[in-house]
């Protein structure tokens, strides 16, 4: 075999290692991509899965705002579909991962996950990208040296001899590459483990403290729905149970009795006032407003010494949503509550009117009033409040021995 046949096979055996560098290069690049996604979406899904167990709700009560929520905590959206009628797949657009998780105990809800690539893992896939590029880049470097060499060798009679130098420096060139490269390479996956971990933990920081503040929510909601229901209801029947007491000719032991019953009833408005929760009441529900009036009216004792009396505009009236119904009589009920117990009037008016775009109600009396820049109870707070949910101000008018006037305004829309 002469020199030029040697060289010729010599070049296309080193163009073969090449190139199967390269395709193996290119190959392990895909596998570390792939195994990167999956670990991206198992992140995620874990990250549901925790979200949805603290949450509690099972999936028949999602609703959008909670899936919302929920695809916001994750970095992505979150749909809720039955499995039995799988919403169209469609291709992901590019940079997106989609998954299906199942949700609930029960088999019959899947939710279906599509986020972005996190930025951590697309940095990932670029290192490895670059990783590649520099050990092809080192392989073309490395078969340098063997085409000087085998130049060399054309123009030098000991060719066996003149070829040992040369393949033994490429031999410690590529040693020095791959060594540099692993070193690259494990210091790139350290780094990125301990992102990931720290990632996770502000996470599921993020997550515990939106929880918190939902729970905290939950409890104010709570303190203003009892205040204004079972507080409301005890002192009520302490009322009754005080008509009684003066009202009917009861023996001894039964005087006692009733006695020690407005004691107890006492004793525990101030220990649920102590707690400030509460719960929202059901009843007025679907109610219109005259309805609801009268039975909250209904609801009180009779007393001589104070009259209720109703100036309602029946055109302001039928301004009141059915959605606003419930908050209305809670302001009304601790208005009229707060007259009674504290004012002790002779006389106590309910208006409705309304004035071009506004809708006012109100509750008078001529009782003994009171200062409200100096008062701390959480009752007028609740009312303020309650006003607040539903669009309205509220507004105090008293003075000590000149009465109080309560007044909640309404946004709303002429009739035309």
Known sequence: MNLNTRTLGLAVLLLLLFLGAALSLQAWLSRETRQLHRQAIEETRGRLGRIIALSGLPPEKWDAYFQDELGAMVGG????????????????????????EPVGRASGWEARVGFAVPALIRAQVQQQRILATIILLALLLALVPVLVAVLATRRSAAGDTATRTPWAATRAQATGFEQLA???HERSTALAQEQGARQRAEEDLQVNRHLLDR????????GRELH?????TLYAVCLTLESVQKK???TPAMHDRTGQCLVELRRLNQEVRAYLQDLEPGRVNGQSFGAALAGMLGSLPAEDEARIERRLDPEAVELITSGQVAEIMNILREAVSNSLRHGRPAHIILRAARDGTTLALSVQD??????????????LDNMRA????????????????QGTRVILTLPTTPAA
């Open 77 to 100: 959206r979150v749909t809720l579909y039955p499995t039995a009628t799988p919403p169209p797949a469609g291709p992901a657009a590019p940079g997106q991962l989609v998954f299906t």
């Open 386 to 401: 309650r006003a607040r949910t539903i669009g309205g101000a509220l507004h105090i008018e008293s003075d000590p021995g």
């Open 248 to 250: 009917s000719a009861l």
């Open 366 to 379: 001529d009782g003994a009033g009171f200062s409200p820049h100096g008062h701390r109870g959480h009752g």
């Open 182 to 184: 692993r070193l690259s």
């Open 215 to 222: 729970s905290v929510a939950e409890r104010v909601r709570l």
């Open 228 to 232: 204004d229901n079972i507080c409301q």
